[in-house]
């Protein structure tokens, strides 16, 4: 039986699709079953704003992995994704604890406090984690009108820095949270290789844990766009439909979000792709450790590896890999493994580490 045939289209590839880097789980495309997925969406009409069949259906996805009070709200990006989530759990006068490193901190333009509203109160961590003494730096003056009062704890799972909180971590954080009258979000833009790397399901360190809203990433797991605001405790947040639509996160076709939400996580696809993520970075570990004059910085346990070496050397090396530096002035870059990412991609990269520092 013959092959589909691709339906003719003006426009022309222009990248090489065999070409992959190491600088994002971002430059990866979409997986082909969300591909897939997208193409059984299309067609026929069905009603606009999230009032559609497969948002609908998405709900009860979502319920099967976070209980069944947990409602989804489909956003475009991981950026809308946390600051739609962090508007509905401050006042005005709110401010949000988050480790110093964190993307909502560091690279996400401002758009927290300038679209959001709200104050970052941020504590340096060692490894990209909180803990409740750290939290204790920001987490008073609540009496204070001088002071932005602090209302929410933002974790990152997995961190900015690839490490992973365990359950008793963010149960611990989400304990002292509540008892100071503080609710916790959790940046979930990662959260299928945290879970992949504590084999564990995600509602153990997200609603058994104590978590009120999550921003759910599918972007970096190999959907083509769009992520999810997910409330956790209903009692937390309130007006989510408003704030999504004011925060210009409401996409009109949103059954084209929801269906590639539904792929990933109606079976195990969400899963598959971050342990192969994952397992491509233990093997990028492994290769660089054995490469005299590399250091490899933090714990590898999600699909994010941590490294100095000298300038000489990552300059040429992102020629022909690409990469990005962390912290340029330290020498510190970052290697990030994607579901695509190959043995082979890994091997054919430790070998040109090998050769540049060679040189």
Partial sequence: MNPPKAPDTAARRHHDPEDRGFASDNYAGAHPEVLAALALAN???????????????????????????????PVFNGTGANVVALQALTDRWGAVICAESAHINVDEGGA?????GLKLLTVPTPDGKLTPELIDRQ?????DEHRAMPQVVSVTQSTERGTVYTPDE?????????????????????????????????HTFTNAAGVDVLSFGGTKNGALFGEAVVVLNQYAVSHMKHLRKLSMQLASKVRFVSVQLEALLAKDLWLRNARHANEMAQRLAEGVRAVHGVEILYPVQA????????????????????????????????????FDTTEDDVDAFVSALKEEMAR
């Fill in 303 to 338: 699909n994010a590896v941590f490294a100095r070496l000298p300038h000489d050397v990552s300059e040429p090396l992102q020629k022909r890999h690409r990469f990005y530096f962390w912290d340029e002035a330290a020498g510190d870059v970052r290697w990030m493994c994607s």
């Fill in 43 to 73: 067609g026929g009409h069905q009603t606009s704003y999230g009032e559609d069949a497969y948002t609908d259906h998405l709900q009860q996805v979502i319920r099967s992995h976070f209980g069944a009070t947990a409602e989804a709200f």
């Fill in 139 to 143: 987490a008073w003056g609540w009496e």
């Fill in 170 to 202: 963010i149960r611990a954080i989400c304990e002292h949270a509540h008892a100071h009258g503080m609710k916790v979000h959790l940046d979930g833009a990662r959260i299928a290789n945290a879970a992949a790397s504590l084999m564990v399901p995600m």
């Fill in 112 to 116: 927290p406090e300038r679209m959001g």
